[in-house]
T-cell receptor, first 112, second 112 residues
């Protein structure tokens, strides 16, 4: 079945560490997105990519980085510059403009 | 910047009662989308509304898009325990494109 796979499901980060969240899709979608979800808040856009080797910052890109070397993959790195990284991270994709997102199952990141 | 607001933040209903959540955008939207997130899960796309005044139904769920394309509502008739979750509305950033701005969501709890 086609879908988006995020891994790991749970991730613990020590202070000062960089960690990378994986997002892989086999839907042949062109656009991919990373959102952050905090309790009681909506989803906030971190980064997005419309095509391979191109990506743009969203509303809260500081402390994060991404790459899009393959159409299927859009990994997110949470760097030590992100001061409050504890959150639920969601990856999503769409085939074209103005169409509903398909989300992955998410990664819960906790700073220890 | 563009904002999408949802009310109420939280609603607790008796099973069999109706439920409505409202969504208001600070700007005119080309379309509005609705998502459902079960507790511990990820958002799942429900529907997209595009036309001014559009009404769509999915079984017990009725979705409306306002005449001015700045507001929307989701109404659930005779709620069931399976309706539990958070309902988000989302609209594209700017006039076109697929980068969504999400509302904060309405949490629905159903007492059986």
């Amino acid at each position: 079945d086609g879908g988006i796979t995020q891994s790991p499901k749970y991730l613990f980060r020590k202070e000062g560490q960089n960690v990378t969240l994986s997002c892989e899709q086999n839907l042949n979608h062109d656009a991919m997105y990373w959102y952050r979800q905090d309790p009681g808040q909506g989803l906030r856009l971190i980064y997005y990519s419309q095509i391979v080797n191109d990506f743009q910052k969203g509303d809260i890109a500081e402390g994060y980085s991404v790459s899009r070397e393959k159409k299927e993959s859009f990994p997110l790195t949470v760097t030590s510059a992100q001061k409050n990284p504890t959150a639920f991270y969601l990856c999503a994709s769409t085939p074209w403009d103005n169409y509903g997102y398909t989300f992955g199952s998410g990664t819960r990141l906790t700073v220890v | 910047g563009q904002q999408v607001m949802q009310i109420p933040q939280y609603q607790h209903v008796q099973e069999g009662e109706d439920f409505t959540t409202y969504c208001n955008s600070s700007t005119t939207l080309s379309n509005i989308q609705w998502y459902k997130q079960r507790p511990g899960g990820h958002p799942v796309f429900l529907i997209q509304l595009v036309k001014s005044g559009e009404v769509k139904k999915q079984k017990r769920l009725t979705f409306q898009f306002g005449e001015a394309k700045k507001n929307s509502s989701l109404h659930i008739t005779a709620t069931q325990t399976t309706d539990v979750g958070t309902y988000f509305c989302a609209g594209p950033r700017g006039e076109y494109g697929n980068k969504l701005v999400f509302g904060a969501g309405t949490i629905l709890r159903v007492k059986s």
